[in-house]
């Protein structure tokens, strides 16, 4: 009896490890899935009219914090065909991807659009025509929402007199209305740092003395107008003389924002110019749900994170042909626990960036990672492909899917699962055309970029003094 007890607790426990373990030793893909509910359709909701501007705020953690709604419920928007929309939106984003390639090859001349703790509700801006993440600040006063972007170093918003300016939700920031407000003179050493930050010279107007800025974007937007300084408040915090640009020509896909908070690295970025505040310090945690809202952290206190594992760093790689941006090393990655074999892992870097949306990988990584995808996600009915997605299904009937881990490796031993809400784009509300979020670049040379729709639902913490960057696990909600 000992003995055939013993062996059933032998053989119970083999058994127990070849499920833990396939036959060449790696962890078994069940283990390495997640879950994806598919949407239920459900009655329209009636439109609100905006109220993003009404925003409560309170302290916790030494951290001030503001909050914003996203901007789905915030906003009135106009009826727009959803396919339109869509393609409109990856269309803008395949150009901003154009445009940080031109600048690695020196096509142009321009730039790509480029110790307090301070919170402010980070919320979708995709109502507002925009796939990008939007805050609220104060400037000069004056209430301001503007996408928050890592490749982008002048802040700026539109300002009167506009000469030329987009549609917005908010009234135009007003000079007039504040005594903080000041010109920069032409001469002025802030006039001619310009150049390293948005890669066009500062210039003086005929007869003018006030300095001038010009930043282009990759799809053809782009902001003109005065630099200026200002007193900008962030939450509970104020910094006093703010260099900003007030925008009076400006022009782009904007979504109806006031403006953009440049958060690259250059002297003119908002993280150089509130050194002495928040010590180089910012993170941001982007929701998985439109109507859900994040957060932007400015400061380098971890107590104010609410991260569910710990923050693992891997070192900010300098790029002397880009200097403002944010590289990494990427060193791998894998599918469902099985590691993918690529030469473009060799290369390696690559550009992380808050105003991307889809991830672009270079070929033979987005190759093997589509492939190895297909293989574990099998038996569902494909679709037709969309833009630049070209990896789609129908899911409709299913009320869930499990979707195998994609988990992205950086130098350091770094290892980032991309959160469930970041592997499907759904370019139909219903399910029927369901796409693999990631895009292949066009050549092995061009730089991969890792867009926000894979960083949702984790706290990207950037630590400029160090030259490091950070990501943990975390739950996006503000409350």
């Not at 283990?31 to 609100?48: G, V």
Request: glycine share 8%; net charge neutral; with cysteine.
């Amino acid at each position: 009896m000992a003995g055939s007890t013993i062996q059933r607790s032998m053989l119970s426990l083999l058994l127990l490890l070849l499920l833990l373990f396939g036959d060449d030793g790696g962890v078994n893909c069940m283990e390495e899935k997640q879950i994806l509910l598919l949407p239920k359709s459900q009655a329209r909701k009636p439109t609100r009219t905006p109220r993003c501007s009404s925003q409560r705020s309170r302290s916790e953690k030494d951290a001030t914090m503001l909050e914003m709604r996203h901007h789905d419920s915030s906003f009135r928007t106009t009826k727009i065909n959803r396919d339109d929309k869509v393609e409109k939106l990856l269309y803008s984003d395949e150009s901003r991807v154009r445009s940080i390639q031109s600048q690695r090859n020196r096509v142009v001349s321009t730039k790509t659009e480029q110790q307090s703790e301070s919170e402010m509700p980070l919320g979708s801006g995709i109502k507002l025509q925009t796939m990008n993440y939007i805050v609220t600040i104060e400037l000069g006063g004056q209430k301001m929402s503007v996408i928050v972007d890592t490749g982008s170093d002048i802040t700026w918003v539109q300002c009167q007199p506009c000469r030329y300016c987009y549609n917005q939700q908010d009234p135009l920031f007003n000079p007039t209305l504040s005594p903080t407000f000041h010109s920069i003179l032409c001469n002025s050493s802030i006039c001619a740092s310009l150049q390293f930050a948005t890669g066009n010279l500062g210039f003086c107007r005929i007869n003018g003395k006030n300095c001038n800025y010009n930043v282009n974007y990759g799809d053809g937007s782009y902001t003109d107008g005065e630099l200026s300084l200002e007193q900008l408040k962030l939450g509970d915090t104020t910094v006093q003389n703010f260099v900003f640009g007030c925008g009076q020509r400006n022009h782009g896909l904007f979504g109806g924002v006031s403006g953009l908070m440049g958060l690259g690295r250059s002297r003119l970025s908002l993280v150089s110019q509130t050194l002495a505040e928040f010590g180089g310090v910012f993170s941001y945690c982007l929701p998985s749900e439109e109507n859900l809202s994040g957060s932007l952290i400015l400061g380098a206190n971890l107590s104010a994170f609410r991260n569910s594992t710990p923050i693992s760093y891997t070192r900010i790689v300098s790029n002397p042909q880009m200097p403002t941006f944010y590289f990494l090393n990427f060193t791998g990655a894998s599918v469902g626990g099985i590691p993918l074999q690529a030469p473009g892992f060799a290369k390696g870097v690559t550009l992380i960036d808050s105003g991307t949306v889809i991830t672009r990988l270079v070929p033979s990584v987005y190759k093997a990672v589509r492939d190895e995808f297909l293989k574990q996600f099998s038996g569902y009915p494909s679709a037709p492909g969309f833009s630049i997605l070209d990896t789609c299904f129908n899911l409709t009937g299913y009320s869930e899917v499990d979707i195998p881990n994609l988990r992205l490796h950086f130098e350091g031993g770094t290892e980032v699962k991309v959160d469930v809400s970041g592997m499907f784009y759904f370019v139909r509300k219903d399910a029927s055309q369901v796409c693999l979020a990631l895009a292949s670049l066009s050549s092995e040379d061009e730089i991969a970029i890792i867009g926000n729709y894979q960083q949702k639902n984790l706290r990207v913490v950037y630590n400029g003094k160090d030259s490091e960057l950070g990501f943990a696990e975390e739950n996006c909600r503000y409350s």
